[in-house]
């Protein structure tokens, strides 16, 4: 290097102190190579041997006092260099102008200053050994000596003589000479050599290949468990020797092996041998097995096992192909025996518990790569080969009685097989059809579809999860069976309409009404002929508010609104005509009442009218009838009235619509009578005599025959027997004499007796359109 000092303008001699290149190792006395980081170079005393001097004699001395150098160790020498100041490197190229200053060091290259003009760039040349070092003789066999030397006493788990920091610079300083191939085929040939003899111990062991066999209880031959066992020791003892040879050879791994593709790493196979790795698969597949009867098993020894197997990449080839396998042929058995000894609730809570107990070895110790095909496997032997046999065998039964957990577990179950979901789906239009063609009697079968409706809704919300597939397929279902009798289900809808609207009905509330109303309009949807509905709902509607038997005002505009919202305003306008022509009716009546107060007309008798407008009511067939004269006044005087104020108009009086409250006097006292027009006519004919026939009455009264027969059959073979027949029957024959029932009785005063209804045919009323 090149000291601070200025001496002498004479250019520097040669220097004798020999640079060592960076892989040069130096033989100590004992013949082993020292590293060269272990070195020492002492600097302290200074030789003007080893210093190159460049000084020039200036105009004055100048001197620079040297300041001490410190000396480090390092792995190989290196030149320093200490360049002088510009303005000395000027001065020195001013005194040799157009000269050169050079200095070569014997063995280490040469360093050259050259300058044409001052200023110039100066350049630095350091060339290499023109020889590179040997080593020593027998050093290569002397190294790997002790290399297999400490291999063996790792394998054998004894103590290693040698410094580990020792082992590994002396590999490095091999593969330094191109010696790594070799030293690797020493290594693989001592490693291959005590797997072997590792593998040959368990060749010996008298172990049975058939997992039939090894069921057994042999006493000679090794149990699955201890060979297992044996075989994990064996792989942690080798794993754990396998890092410590690596650790020692890693140079030899990292700079030969890894850059060679073909070469496997330092990392040996302990199971290479077909028979060793076949009796540890039929091991490990035995003690699965075993836990799938209900056995407890060493878990952790299997999660090591195939770990291990994952770690030698013989995983998915020599162990999942084979586990399939045996998990194929296990569930196939299990469900077709399952089958036919268990119900289908118990059967599919066996088939989830064998999904959690799959999903569950996957997390314990199978690879993740093997959870897919074998929960498809499960899958497909527990569910999919019995689909239609599960829903054939149990669903009625499940639906019936509303088996909720059962079914959300069967349509979990069945979504997780390809096409499970559209073979419930099948059978779930078809239970829809079945059991809503078993509905009772026309009077409670409205009632009913409104309770299988509740309940198949509920079962789609929760046990199918509100699938669209499902809904739609239950509203086609309803659709179908509903209108399998044409017209027949609209008259029945309107009739309990009818009987939830009427007064008298404390079954519910307005909300349950409400309530009520909603789900009839649900099934009021999948009818066809809603004008015959609409015929029906009128009829009724008219006799709940001429009669003032309408339960709510609300309730009826409730129920309008849904029908206008449903079917459009065009459906319910003459609906919403009728509730008018009644308000219309109530302020005519307050002014007839007025009118007649102003006119002095006296009379016993209080008259009521509706004036219905003949477009929005339903059509009734005309009646001409006897009334007593004191009807007959009124009606004329309410029409002088009426015409006195719309000219133009023309009144039409329907006595089939008629009723009125008579005073009726018997033996246990006065009671009032609430009767229809025509059972008035025939009751007040008793005033003026003691016994009629049927042929007198109908001459008297002017009713029609069959509607006479009627009215006598209600005040003398109902409920409340006004009158008596004679002969006593349930019918009305030509003949019958008539009489009073002085020895009536009833607990109530006021007593409603109803008018015999006519049977109502299949077929709809005629509707009549009048502007």
């Known amino acids: ?100 200053c050079k200095r070569t060091d014997k063995g280490a290259g040469s360093t050259t200053f050259s300058s044409a003009k001052p200023g110039a760039a100066k350049k630095l040349v350091i060339k290499n050994f023109k020889e590179k070092p040997k080593l020593p003789e027998n050093y290569t066999q002397e190294t790997w000596q002790k290399l297999k030397e400490a291999v063996e006493a790792i394998q054998n788990s004894t103590s290693i003589k040698y410094n580990l920091e020792e082992l590994y610079q002396a590999v490095e300083n091999l593969c330094s000479h191109k010696i790594s191939a070799k030293l690797y085929k020493q290594l693989r040939s001592v490693c291959e050599d005590h797997i072997k003899a590792q593998i040959d111990q368990f060749r010996e062991y008298p172990f049975h290949d058939s997992l039939k066999y090894l069921n057994l209880y042999i006493t000679d031959a090794l149990d699955s468990v201890l060979f297992l066992k044996k075989i994990d020791k064996c792989w942690q003892d080798h794993c754990r020797q396998m890092i410590m040879i690596r650790s020692i050879f890693l140079f030899l791994d990292r700079t030969y092996v890894l850059q060679n593709s073909m070469l496997p790493s330092i990392w040996f196979y302990i199971i290479s041998d077909v028979k060793v790795q076949s009796k540890t698969i039929d091991g490990i597949l035995l003690l699965i097995e075993r836990e799938r009867n209900g056995e407890a098993i060493d878990r952790s020894l299997l999660r090591s096992l195939l770990s291990m197997l994952s770690d030698l990449q013989i995983y998915q080839d020599s162990f999942e192909q084979r586990f399939l396998e045996e998990t194929n042929r296990l569930y196939a058995a299990e469900g077709q025996r399952l089958m036919q000894e268990r119900e289908v609730p118990e059967y599919l809570h066996h088939v989830n518990k064998r999904l959690e107990e799959e999903a569950d070895r996957v997390i314990t110790y199978l690879d993740q790569s093997t959870q897919k095909p074998l929960i498809a496997t499960v899958e497909k032997q527990l569910l999919g080969e019995h689909l239609t046999a599960t829903l054939q065998k149990g669903l009625t039964h499940l639906l019936d009685e509303n088996r909720i957990q059962d079914l959300s577990l069967l349509y979990q179950l069945f979504s997780r097989v390809r096409g499970g979901v559209q073979v419930l789906l099948q059978h779930w239009i078809e239970y829809i059809k079945h059991n809503s063609n078993q509905s009772g009697k026309d009077k409670t079968m409205v009632q009913e579809l409104l309770d299988f409706k509740d309940k198949v809704d509920h079962i789609i919300d929760i046990c199918f999860l509100k699938n669209e597939k499902f809904v739609n397929a239950m509203k086609e279902a309803f659709e179908t069976f509903i209108n399998k009798r044409p017209n027949k289900p609209a008259e029945l809808i309107a009739k309990h309409v009818d009987s939830k609207l009427r007064a008298g009905n404390k079954e519910a509330t307005d909300e349950e009404l409400e309530k009520m109303l909603d789900k009839i309009m649900i099934i009021f949807r999948f009818i066809y002929g809603k004008d015959v509905f609409e015929a029906f709902y009128k009829k009724d509607l008219a006799k709940r508010l001429l009669v003032g038997k309408s339960a709510s005002v609300d309730a009826e505009k409730s129920m309008l609104s849904k029908l206008k919202h449903e079917c459009g305003a065009a459906f319910t306008s003459k609906l919403e005509g009728m509730f008018k022509d009644m308000e219309l009716s109530k302020d005519i009546m307050v002014q ?37 004269p004191e009807m007959v006044r009124l009606q004329e005087i309410f029409k002088t009235f009426y015409l006195g104020k719309h000219s133009g108009r023309k009144l039409q009086w329907q006595s089939t619509l008629g009723h009125c409250v008579l005073k009726a006097e018997f033996k246990e006292g006065k009671k009032e009578l609430q009767v229809s027009l025509f059972q008035t006519l025939v009751l007040l004919m008793f005033n003026e005599g003691e016994e009629f026939t049927l042929e007198e009455i109908k001459l008297a009264t002017g009713i029609e025959d069959s509607e006479l027969r009627r009215t006598l059959q209600s005040l003398a073979c109902g409920k409340a027997r006004v009158l008596t027949k004679i002969p006593k029957s349930k019918d009305v024959e030509d003949g019958d004499k008539f009489s009073c029932n002085d020895d009536f009785r009833h607990k109530l005063f006021r007593i409603k007796i109803n008018q015999i209804q006519m049977k109502e045919t299949v077929c709809y009323p005629p509707i009549s359109i009048e502007d």
């Open 1 to 100: 290097m090149f000291p601070t000092g200025l001496s002498s303008p004479n250019p520097p001699p040669p220097p004798t102190q020999e640079a060592r290149s960076e892989t040069t190792d130096v033989k100590n006395d004992s013949g082993n190579i020292t590293s060269p980081k272990k070195r020492k170079i002492n600097c302290s005393e200074r030789d003007d041997s080893n210093a190159d001097t460049i000084s020039h004699s200036p105009p004055k001395s100048t001197s620079c006092t040297p300041s001490p150098t410190r000396c480090t160790s390092t792995r190989s020498y290196a030149l320093r260099i200490r360049l002088i100041s510009l303005a000395w490197m000027q001065s020195v190229l001013a005194r040799w102008r157009g000269a050169s």
């Open 592 to 628: 007839f009442k007025q009118y007649m107060q102003c006119q002095n007309i006296p009379g016993n008798i209080e008259l009521t009218v509706n004036i219905l407008t003949m477009g929005y009511w339903p059509t009734y067939v005309p009646m001409e009838v006897h009334l007593p």
